[in-house]
């Protein structure tokens, strides 16, 4: 299995600021015949099922705030939100779909 | 808007089987693109993809889960279905099911159901 590890564990931020999350797999998710990085990410408020928030490492799900930003390729991957709001108080998944699904192990987001 | 529904039993006792169900509403579960999929999280801990489902009944599973676990589908019902045996403690989890795009990312979610494994 292609196993997932998510930095940093937990992060307190300052609304308005910058938040990054970054995720990292054990081999690589590039799938060379159609260049395309099998990463998906995920936000998950208390209570609730987890939110596709982007795919394909970089694609905004449809409704998804344009603060929210994927990026890399290979095994190196980011999750930027661009403007911390308060709703966006969560825990962030990652999750490749390049093989057997796993799932990162996930960060803690926090207003500082 | 698609909505997915998770039923079953809260509690299961050890050694017995684990059975839930999903109903799929605001959309036909024989839609071309999708796959259907559970996937678990135990309390305070990450997400464990249990396996899928195609309409046309072609499954597969976790290989850590695979020996314990049937899925199946229902398409007159719009339902699909989750068998897991031989339950421990170690099941207890909140269950979802998901929609789940081409077997890539899970578009639609369940709210969840908590099933705790205890005597």
């Known amino acids: 299995d292609i196993v997932m590890t998510q930095s940093p564990d937990s992060l307190a931020v300052s609304l308005g600021e910058r938040a990054t999350i970054n995720c990292k797999s054990s081999?690589?998710?590039?799938?060379?015949?159609?260049?395309?990085?099998?990463l998906a990410w995920y936000q998950q408020k208390p209570g609730q099922p987890p939110k596709l928030l982007i795919y394909?490492?970089?694609t905004r799900e449809s409704g998804v705030p344009d603060r929210f930003s994927g990026s890399g390729s290979g095994t190196d991957f980011t999750l930027t939100i661009s403007s911390l709001q308060a709703e966006d108080v969560a825990v962030y998944y990652c999750?490749?779909?390049?093989?057997?699904?796993?799932f990162g192990p996930g960060t803690k987001v926090d207003i500082k | 808007q698609v909505q997915l529904q998770e039923s079953g039993p809260g509690l299961v006792k050890p050694s017995q089987t684990l059975s839930l169900t999903c109903t799929v509403s605001?959309?036909?579960?024989?839609?071309?693109?999708?796959?259907w999929s559970w996937i678990r999280q135990p309390a305070g801990k990450g997400l464990e993809w249990i396996g899928r489902?195609?309409?046309?009944?072609?499954?597969n599973y976790n290989p850590s889960l695979k020996s314990r676990v049937t899925i199946s589908v229902d398409t007159s019902k719009n339902q699909f279905s989750l068998k897991l045996s031989s339950v421990t403690a170690a099941d207890t989890a909140v269950y979802y099911c998901?929609?789940?795009?081409?077997?890539?990312?899970?578009?639609?979610w369940g709210q969840g159901t908590l099933v705790t494994v205890s005597s």
């Open positions: 394909w490492a970089s």
């Open positions: 081999q690589s998710v590039l799938y060379s015949s159609n260049n395309k990085n099998y």
């Open positions: 489902i195609y309409t046309s009944g072609s499954t």
């Open positions: 998901a929609r789940f795009f081409r077997a890539y990312y899970f578009d639609y």
């Open positions: 605001g959309g036909s579960i024989s839609s071309g693109s999708y796959y």
């Open positions: 999750q490749q779909y390049y093989s057997t699904i796993t």
